[in-house]
C-alpha cells in the first residue's frame, strides 16, 4: 500500500478539490507542514503580512475559486485570523483553516509552553472556532485520513468553514495515501419532498397573474446562476438581485429591472418585487444591509423560497429539497405570464454622465462615472461603507463579479480579499473601491499585492474617516475621523520596483484621466486617491445609515 504522511494526505486532498494557494502567516508549529507544502507541486504558499489579512485574502480567493484553506498558528495565530474565518461562515465561503498546535504529547502532560494561557489547556482557541466553523478535527495518525475527508466535504457541502488541527508531531506520521479521488456531496432531493414542494409551488405559480424572480447570494456560493437564468427565461418574468447576489444575474439581461433593496429600491424595482402575485426568492437572506434596515414589504404568503437543501411555499418549509432540483421544477412552460419589462439596460441608458472640468468630486456624480469604467468581465471589489452602497447602485457590464461583505460587515475586508481574488482569478481585471478608513486597518497587504507583481486598480476615497458611520451618529465627532496619511507615499514604500502608477484627484476630469490611464494599462498597479467632503455620501448610505440609527443601541437609549 502506498504511503503518505499526514501533512502531505492533507495538501494532496486540498490539490483534488482545487485549492492552488494557501493563505497564511508562518509559525513553529506549522513549519513541518509549510515544508510539505514547499515540495507540493500545483499549490503555492502566500505569505501574508499577518494573519487577520490572511483569512480576508483566503475568504477572496474562495469565493471566486470556490473554495479555500488558510494555515496559522496555534491560539495567538488563529485567534487573529478568526475575525475573517467568522467573515466567510456568516456569508457562506468554503474556507479550511489549519492551525498548527503544539505536539501531542505537550498537550497530553499540559505542559506551559507558548502561545497558550499557561493553564494546561489546549482547547481555549478551538472552542471559539468551534462557533465560526461547521467541522471540527484534531489530528492524530489513526484518524487523520477519515477526519481529513469528512471536514472537507462538509466544507464543500455546506459552503462554510471547517477547522483542522495539525499537531507538530503529526504532520510527518505516515499514514495510507489516498486510494482514489475525494468524492464532494452535493445538496440532494428526497423525491417524495420534492414532489410535494413541486405540487404546491405549481398550485401557487397557476393561481397568479404575475411572477418575479429575486436573486441571492447562495446562487453564486453553491454556483447556480446558470440554472435562475434558465428559470427567468422559462418564465419569461422579471428579474431583481439583493446586493449581496449583485452580478449573479446579468445585468445586461433583457429580464433584468435592478437590484431590491426595500424601500431603498428604485420605485419600479420595488413594485416589481413587491406586487409579484408570486415572488421567487432564491438563495435570498434579508439582513438589515440589503433591505434599507429591513424596509422589504413581502407577503411571505406569495413567496416561494429556495435554499441550497430545503424551500418553502407560503411559509411552509420542505426539507430535503435540494435548490438545483427545485430550480428544474419550476422551469415549466405551463408556468409563463405574460409579462411587460422594462430592463435596467433601458433605464439606466441616462446614467453615464460626461466630466465637467472644474467639477469638484462628489458622491452623487461619480459612483455613476466610475460604472462607466467598468468592462465586461471586472471583478469589482466594494468595501462596506459608502463604496459598497454607491458601487452597487450602479449597472455591471457582463460577467462581471462584485465582491462584498454586507452582511458581516468587518471594514477593511476588501483590500486583502482583493489579493485573494486577483490569484483565484488572474486573467480578469480586479477594481478595488474602498475607503480611508477601512485601507487603514488592512494596509500592509497591499505590499503583497506588489510583491507577488499584481496590477489591480485601486480607488481610495479620501474624506478623513468614516463617513458610513458619520451617517448614523457623530457626524462631527472626533472619534469618526482618522490619522491623515500620504497614501501615494505608501504605495511608494511598498513597491521597491516602483511599478505602481498613483493619482490624486479632486476633479471630474482628474478622475476622467486617471481612469482612462488604467483603462488602457494591463501590466502595471494603479492607484488613485479621490478626495471627497467628510460628509458627503450616496443617498442609500444615508439612508441606511438613518435606519442603523433608530434601531441601534444609542437611539433605543434615548
Known sequence: MTQSTVGDYLLQRLREIGVRHVFG?????????????????????????????????????????????????????????????????????????????????????????????????????????????????????????????????????????????????????????????????????????????ARQAGDLLQGTNSVAVLVGHEVDRYRLAPQVIGLAEALGCPVACLSSAKGVFPETHEQFVGGYAGELSDPYVQRTVERAGCLIAVGTEFSDAVTGGFTQHIDQSRVIELHPAAAAVGGMRHGHVAMKDALQALARPQYRKAADIAPLSERRREAVIEPVPSQRLVQERFWRQLAAFFEPGDVVIAEQGTSYFGSAEQPLPRDCTFVGQPLWGSIGYTLPSLLGTMLAAPDRRHVLLIGDGSFQLTAQELATVLRLGLNPVIVLINNGGYTVERCILGADAPYNSIAPWRYGRLVEAFDPHERAVTFQVRTEEELATALGMAGRTRDRPIFVEAFMEALDAPESAVRIGQAFAATDYHHAAA
Open 25 to 197: 502567516v508562518p509559525g513553529d508549529y506549522q513549519l513541518e507542514f509549510l515544508e510539505q507544502l514547499e515540495r507540493t507541486d500545483g499549490i503555492e504558499w502566500v505569505g501574508n503580512c499577518n494573519e487577520l489579512n490572511a483569512a480576508y485574502a483566503a475568504d477572496g480567493y474562495g469565493r471566486l475559486n470556490g473554495i479555500a484553506a488558510l494555515v496559522t498558528t496555534f491560539s495567538v495565530g488563529e485567534l487573529s485570523a478568526l475575525t475573517g474565518v467568522g467573515g466567510a461562515f456568516a456569508e457562506s465561503v468554503p474556507l479550511v483553516s489549519i492551525v498548527g498546535t503544539p505536539a501531542t504529547f505537550v498537550m497530553q502532560a499540559k505542559r506551559t509552553v507558548h502561545h497558550t494561557t499557561g493553564d494546561g489547556d489546549f482547547t481555549h482557541a478551538a472552542k471559539c472556532a468551534r462557533e465560526y466553523t461547521v467541522a471540527q478535527a484534531q489530528l492524530d495518525r489513526d484518524n487523520a485520513a477519515m477526519e481529513i475527508d469528512r471536514v472537507l466535504r462538509l466544507c464543500w457541502l455546506f459552503k462554510r468553514p471547517v477547522y483542522i488541527m495539525l499537531p507538530s508531531d503529526v504532520a510527518g506520521q505516515r499514514i495510507a495515501a489516498p486510494s482514489g479521488p475525494l468524492m464532494l456531496p452535493e445538496p440532494s432531493s428526497d423525491p417524495g419532498k420534492l414532489a410535494t414542494f
